[in-house]
T-cell receptor, first 115, second 114 residues
Framework: NAGVTQTPKFQVLKTGQSMTLQCAQD?????MSWYRQDPGMGLRLIHY???????DQGEVPNGYNVSRSTTEDFPLRLLSAAPSQTSVYFC??????????????FGPGTRLTVL | AQSVSQHNHHVILSEAASLELGCNYS??????LFWYVQYPGQHLQLLLK??????LVKGIKGFEAEFIKSKFSFNLRKPSVQWSDTAEYFC????????????FGGGTRLMVKP
């Protein structure tokens, strides 16, 4: 199993550009999520999904869109990049247990810089 | 709003010292609690978790954590740290009215001096 894969590993954008961060998992997990990691702020949830066709907003959804057309894929779209979106982005997946997300399996991260 | 607090942002210890990292959360009701670790250059991975049952949970690499409901805490402990424990540690909580949202604390960066 590859686990959770993310592409690209690094990306530099100019303000106003759009792009999509890709995330895929091969563990048949229902739950997938996107986090951003900023120094001293831990991981903040951007969007999450509990299954194909179902997405919801996390703590910091503004400026980002997601879709979940298949169980495996959960891309994150930056609509118009801003310097405040410079961060490291992690995708994670898990099964659902006790009515919520169980152990998260994280991807390797995408380091995004917006100039 | 729900929140998770890790009060120690940076901890420096010598090898063989004991470790306790604090984690407090702000909401009541049923909670699921996690500790994750991020070693330098590696993915975040699970150290341990609590869903129900014995509030003293043992995880990998000699780590344990105790859920104290009355204190809204889930502190991470290790009796004797090693240089290889140098990493960033994150507490995460799902519970209350959070639905399927998992909230992470700000992280604690641990450095163990050989």
């Amino acid at each position: 199993n590859a686990g959770v894969t993310q592409t690209p590993k690094f990306q530099v954008l100019k303000t106003g550009q759009s792009m999509t961060l890709q995330c895929a998992q091969d563990m048949n997990h229902e739950y997938m999520s996107w986090y951003r990691q900023d120094p001293g702020m831990g991981l903040r949830l951007i969007h999450y999904s509990v299954g194909a066709g179902i997405t919801d907003q996390g703590e910091v959804p503004n400026g980002y869109n997601v879709s979940r057309s298949t169980t495996e894929d959960f891309p994150l779209r930056l609509l118009s990049a801003a310097p405040s979106q410079t961060s490291v982005y992690f995708c994670a997946s898990s099964s659902l247990a006790g009515g919520g997300p169980d152990t998260q399996y994280f991807g390797p991260g995408t380091r995004l810089t917006v100039l | 709003a729900q929140s998770v607090s890790q009060h120690n942002h940076h901890v420096i210890l010598s090898e063989a010292a004991s470790l306790e990292l604090g984690c407090n959360y702000s909401y009541g009701g049923t909670v699921n609690l996690f500790w994750y670790v991020q070693y330098p250059g590696q993915h975040l991975q699970l150290l341990l978790k609590y869903f129900s049952g014995d509030p003293l949970v043992k995880g990998i690499k000699g780590f344990e954590a105790e859920f104290i409901k009355s204190k809204f805490s889930f502190n991470l402990r290790k009796p004797s740290v090693q240089w290889s424990d140098t990493a960033e540690y994150f507490c995460a909580v799902r519970g209350g009215n959070a639905g399927n949202m998992l909230t992470f604390g700000g992280g604690t960066r641990l450095m163990v001096k050989p």
